[in-house]
């Protein structure tokens, strides 16, 4: 993978989860950490926000 195409989290995520094991991934090249601490994109949260409500822990 080519993590420094990622635009956000989720774009990381999708990226990632395509691999049906760790050991199939491989990284292409260094790539900011900024990416990976940038959190979720607002319809994201809200929609996780949503889900808390219906399924309180």
Not at 3 to 23: D, E, F, G, N
Not at 33 to 38: A, I, R, V
């Amino acid at each position: 993978v080519d993590l420094t195409s990622a635009r956000s989290l989720q774009s990381i995520y999708v990226m990632l989860s395509q691999a049906p094991k760790l050991r199939n991934i491989a990284i292409l090249r260094w790539f900011s950490s900024k990416t990976l601490n940038s959190g979720l994109q607002g319809d994201t949260q809200e929609e996780l926000k949503r889900l808390g409500c219906l399924f309180p822990c």
